[in-house]
């Protein structure tokens, strides 16, 4: 057999998608599946954004375009980024690519070089691209838990203890993949005045739910002070707009911006053209129908949460954002027999019916935490209830 590389063997995945792949093949046989394993809105693009994607294809926008995109984009994002980030952010600060991910692997390959054991710390649990990255570019993938105890947000005392002259980023996700935690000002400004004293530490901040908050407002650590500099503002329009498949993102620094767009000219040349036209729409135009579908999640949080809490052996916090639970099943598992939450959801999967994701899709869970799956609210009402009740009778049916 002919050799493949050892890093493309080890490459870690998004398992949300393989599950997803599990799921089809499921309904394609016929079986009824209520899903809450993937993570996009379940609403569509909001039509004056997708009239300006067909006007973009009709007036012939179809070519390449800059690799750090259009002009108009870059300034409708620095207007954004100033508008809902305490900062002042300008245009040729600003790189688009093909969605928010690419920029995780592009400040990685930014900031750290492979066989000089760079140290990236990134949450546990979180969003598996992070951990993947970070091997597949050579760097050392330092995992920072996230506590129950502490709303799923980390102790700053493990943080401090995790931080070194090897440390060459920092990745906060806040709100946060797969837990919903929400990072305060305070906490951020904690973090900051911890970071400030290591000159050669970055902070990769992705803040793709930051339009998805419900409980406080949202805050940047870009705002904090001396933090901009070294900050990686990093966002896309895929949850705020309902546009995952549209695959706009866009991330803003001044020093690395000019390395991000060697990167995307690199890879994918440029964001698709009249795509980036129709994000200049999502930007620019009124943001009522974002508004609106966050006041919907904001409705489903409670509905799910409220009915988490209500089934035996599930205990579910309220999470400040994104539209994801985490509840601990941990008594869950210890009524059915199930070995871990792995094999719970396994179980809830082709006996009951639900899809959901476990712990071991978001890095190495950590034992004195407990088990936990997750689930992800964009769904409707409907899907939510109907799950519900169906993980209500697999309980029921199953509590030795």
Known sequence: MLPISRRSRELGTENAFVVLGEVAKLVASGKDIVSFCIGQPDFP????????GIQAITKGMTGYTPSPGIPELREAVARYFTRTRG??????EVVCGCGGKPFIGYTILSVIDPGEGHEVIYPNPGFPIY???IKAHGGVAVPLPLRESRGFNFDIEELKRKINGKTRLLILCSPGNPTGNLLSKA???????LCAPYENL??????????LVYDGAFASIAACAHMKERTIIADSASKTYAMTGWRIGYAANAALSPVFTRWVTNTDSCP?????????EALNASQAPSDRMRDVFHERRDRIVAGLNRI???????????????PNVTDACRRVGAASSEDLRQRLLHEAGVAVLADIHFGTPDPAEGQHIRFSYASSFEAIDAGLERIRDFMKKNTR
């Open 45 to 52: 693009t909001p039509d004056h954004i997708r009239l300006a």
């Open 87 to 92: 900062v002042t952010v300008a245009p040729e």
């Open 131 to 133: 951990e993947a990255q």
């Open 187 to 193: 906490e951020l400004e904690e973090i900051a005045r």
């Open 202 to 211: 970055w902070i990769y901040s992705d803040e793709v739910y930051s339009g």
């Open 272 to 280: 698709p053209h009249p795509n980036q036209w129709a994000v200049v």
């Open 312 to 326: 035996p052996g599930f205990t579910c916090q309220s999470p400040g954002g994104a539209f994801y639970v985490w």
